[in-house]
């Protein structure tokens, strides 16, 4: 079956985002997300779970243990476990894009103290 933003199981996360699961098992966790402008995700990390970002459109600001990595349309980063990460929209534009869980996160999310 063809999975879209249309027909994914719809569910809002943080301050008014968005996120789509396009694939959602045990061993693997694709969601399509959206976060509207100057928004963000807590900073976090995952036991099990490395997590792959892609940026479909718009720019995405990535705090990966410290380190701020921008990335910007068709532009991705990998986050293994273990590793305290946060996701910003620091733009007046919609931001976009793919976030890969493997295994899939959920349950394994641990919030990290700066």
Same mark, same amino acid.
């Given at each position: =079956? ?16 968005? !996120? ?14 959206? =976060? ?33 990595? %921008?990335?910007?349309?068709? %532009? !991705? ?9 946060? =996701? ?27």
């Amino acid at each position: =079956m063809k999975i879209s933003k249309r027909n994914a199981e719809h569910y809002i996360w943080g301050d008014n985002c968005d !996120g789509w699961h396009l694939v959602k098992n045990n061993d693997l966790s694709i969601i399509h997300e959206r =976060m509207p402008p100057n928004t963000n995700e807590v900073r976090h990390y995952h036991n099990h779970s490395q997590q792959f970002f892609f940026v479909l459109s718009g720019t995405a600001t990535l705090e990966i243990d410290g380190t701020i990595i %921008e990335l910007n349309s068709k %532009e !991705g980063f990998e986050v293994p476990p273990l590793v305290p990460h946060q =996701m910003f929209n620091k733009t007046n534009q919609y931001l976009e894009f793919i976030v890969t869980s493997q295994p899939n996160s959920k349950g394994d999310r641990v919030l990290a103290v700066e």
